[in-house]
């Protein structure tokens, strides 16, 4: 039986003790305050250029994070415009697939909706991507 009392990514993700998890913020409609904040979530270095080739490099490295499981959660897709969607869904999909080289990491990212550009729907909980450095 469903707790319908806690929030639904717990309901989806299981319990992890060695769990990064965050939730990324949605309503932010602005590219660059979007990349600000999430890099700010992420705690990505100084050197971090909130731009998408920096943002692309920091969430392939993330080694900063002592935690072996990183978990990005999205409560809707956020509200840059759909061409952005489609860049950061992108690098996140390929970052994702990418670790599997390195025993550090664990990336899940997951959408509580399919993810669509200019917002969409699909199954709740739909974990996007998943990869393991391991």
């Known amino acids: 039986m469903i ?22 913020p949605h309503e932010i409609s602005a590219t660059l305050s979007f990349l600000r904040e999430v ?13 998408w080739n920096a943002f692309e490099e920091c969430i392939n490295d993330l ?9 990005l959660i999205h409560n809707e897709m956020p509200k840059i415009p759909a061409d952005q969607q489609i860049i950061y869904v992108d690098i996140l999909k390929n970052a994702a697939e990418s670790w599997g080289l390195d025993k550090d990491h664990i990336l899940i990212v997951v959408f509580q909706s399919t993810p669509e550009p200019g917002g969409g729907g699909g199954d709740v909980g739909k974990a996007l991507v998943k990869g393991g450095r391991g």
């Open 3 to 24: 707790n319908d009392t806690k929030p639904w990514f717990e309901m989806v993700i299981p319990t992890i003790d060695d769990c990064f998890s965050v939730v990324i």
């Open 63 to 71: 080694s900063w994070i002592k935690e072996k499981n990183v978990v």
């Open 39 to 51: 890099g700010s979530i992420l705690k990505f270095p100084d050197y971090y250029g909130e731009n």
